[in-house]
């Protein structure tokens, strides 16, 4: 999901930034330039660090600025079909949970969540689940499968598609309840067995 690559490219230093180092100044501009835009074979990118080799600078005629290449670090995001990522619910609508997954959001569907029949709760606002007690909130935590993934030119206008609903998946307190009450009725089985087993006097 998240990967570090070494970036190539050339940036513009303006003249009124000719008296400041022109390391920081490489480092302002690529970041400006680069961080929170999607490029289609990278993903996301995050973060650009690590500016160096910056260039002696070419001036070209009418052009006051002087250009320069440099090499640098970028902290990547490439959400991959069929990833288990850990995100927070950040907003609930009528139609399904929004999870925060590191830089953006993806959208589990109202019938992603649980296998549970789910009513929304405009109040509070919540998805519940009046069966079994399970609720669904904003801030919550959950384990989601990524499903579909469309990276387009902005974050607003690229989509992620979770799932919520195999086994091992869904808010964290749902796994761990089924978690204690599995080992509960795995300690138990071993029990039986034994009294079956027993001869009577």
């Given at each position: 999901?998240?990967?570090?690559?070494?970036?190539?490219?050339?940036?513009?230093?303006?003249?009124?930034y000719f008296d400041?180092?022109?390391?920081?100044?490489?480092?302002?501009?690529?970041?400006?330039?680069?961080?929170?835009?999607?490029?289609?074979?990278?993903?996301?990118?995050?973060?650009?660090?690590?500016?160096?080799?910056?260039?002696?600078?070419?001036?070209?005629?009418?052009?006051?600025?002087?250009?320069?290449?440099?090499?640098?670090?970028a902290l990547t995001?490439?959400?991959?079909?069929?990833?288990?990522?850990?995100?927070?619910?950040?907003?609930?609508?009528?139609?399904?949970?929004?999870?925060?997954?590191?830089?953006?959001?993806?959208?589990?569907?109202?019938?992603?969540?649980?296998?549970?029949?789910?009513?929304?709760?405009?109040?509070?606002?919540?998805f519940v689940s009046?069966?079994?007690?399970?609720?669904?909130?904003?801030?919550?935590?959950?384990?989601?499968?990524?499903?579909?993934?469309?990276?387009?030119?902005?974050?607003?206008?690229?989509?992620?598609?979770?799932?919520?609903?195999?086994?091992?998946?869904?808010?964290?307190?749902?796994?761990?309840?089924?978690?204690?009450?599995?080992?509960?009725?795995?300690?138990?089985?071993?029990?039986?067995?034994?009294?079956?087993?027993?001869?009577?006097?």
């Amino acid at each position: 999901m998240y990967n570090i690559y070494t970036i190539k490219d050339t940036f513009k230093l303006l003249p009124e930034y000719f008296d400041k180092d022109i390391q920081d100044v490489a480092a302002e501009v690529l970041q400006k330039k680069y961080e929170g835009s999607i490029d289609k074979d990278l993903g996301v990118i995050v973060a650009v660090f690590d500016v160096k080799n910056v260039s002696d600078g070419l001036i070209y005629p009418g052009d006051p600025a002087t250009h320069h290449e440099a090499e640098f670090s970028a902290l990547t995001f490439m959400p991959k079909v069929d990833e288990i990522i850990l995100g927070e619910v950040t907003e609930l609508a009528e139609f399904g949970a929004f999870v925060r997954i590191g830089p953006m959001d993806g959208l589990v569907h109202v019938s992603q969540i649980t296998s549970d029949f789910l009513s929304f709760d405009r109040k509070v606002p919540a998805f519940v689940s009046k069966k079994t007690g399970k609720n669904l909130k904003k801030g919550d935590i959950v384990y989601a499968k990524i499903s579909t993934v469309s990276m387009k030119t902005s974050i607003k206008d690229s989509k992620i598609a979770l799932t919520m609903k195999p086994e091992g998946l869904g808010k964290i307190e749902w796994i761990s309840t089924k978690s204690s009450s599995s080992s509960a009725q795995r300690g138990a089985t071993p029990a039986k067995k034994e009294a079956k087993q027993e001869k009577p006097k």
